[in-house]
């Protein structure tokens, strides 16, 4: 993995996504990666340094972050005024997007029929009749955007083997022991360590070793194993969630019948 990384031509800063080596920003730019790589954090940070730092505000005043799996059933139109405010919403329509950043996160869970028919979609990415002055960035899965024609792709990629130590020590500040155990560990399961190159991966692998008196299992079956439990466990422990035995006893059985079948 890091041979792969290594040929990839890395961006030095967020600005770079849209005005790479200086080129004009395309209207439409498309975020590529596979599922937990850091898509949607990569958008959230966006939004956050906007927001609070001030970061690309002199490209745009005003930035939209629509999470597409809240669509459902719903137009992508009426969605986002629902976000934003339909008087907002109007305003924007009248300037036809100027100086506004959306964000379609999340291409990938909507149907394919909903991509191809959405009127509003239809007409914000094909048609160019609606808020055609904005820059719209589309965050996916590589799979369900093939037919989409951005002016520049972005692919995340995850970590390398820098960032999962960067990551591993950022976990365990000030505790050399628990970094040099996870990692020598990681070396010694080549399984669990091609998990590791995703994000979300290593957030549960990191998790477990500090759950598991720092010890990583040896399969990813007793990965997944300890995980449920964790997880289990730590809804028991919620005030607010009452889980009582019938609920383990109906999974029990459940798994066991279909273990029969």
Request: glycine share 6%; with cysteine; proline share 5%.
């Amino acid at each position: 993995v890091d041979e792969i990384l290594k040929k990839k031509e890395p961006l030095g800063d967020l600005r770079d996504i849209f005005h790479y080596l200086g080129k004009p920003c395309p209207r439409l730019i498309l975020i590529l990666g596979g599922p937990g790589i850091g898509k949607t954090t990569l958008a959230n940070e966006i939004c956050i340094k906007w927001a609070r730092d001030g970061y690309l505000a002199e490209d745009f005043d005003a930035l939209i972050l629509l999470p597409l799996r809240c669509v459902q059933q719903r137009s992508v139109e009426e969605v986002m005024m629902e976000h934003i405010g339909e008087e907002n919403y109007q305003q924007m329509k009248k300037s036809s997007g100027r100086r506004c950043l959306m964000i379609l996160e999340g291409w990938d869970e909507m149907s394919v029929e909903r991509r191809q028919n959405d009127p509003f979609l239809l007409r914000l990415l094909k048609e160019c009749t609606v808020l055609e002055a904005a820059i719209v960035m589309i965050t996916s899965r590589p799979h369900a955007c093939e037919d989409v024609v951005a002016g520049r792709r972005i692919e995340v990629v995850g970590f390398g083997s820098e960032e999962i130590r960067e990551f591993v020590e950022k976990s365990f500040p000030n505790d050399a022991r628990s970094v040099d155990g996870f990692l020598q560990q990681l070396d010694e399961y080549p399984q669990l360590h091609s998990l590791c190159y995703v994000p979300m991966n290593l957030v549960m692998v990191v998790d477990i070793f500090d759950c598991n008196e720092k010890k990583l299992p040896s399969t990813l079956t007793d990965l997944y194993q300890l995980f449920m439990v964790m997880t289990l466990q730590r809804e028991v422990n919620k005030e607010n969630v009452k889980m009582k035995p019938p609920f383990y006893s109906s999974v029990a059985v459940r798994a066991a019948d279909g273990v029969e079948e």
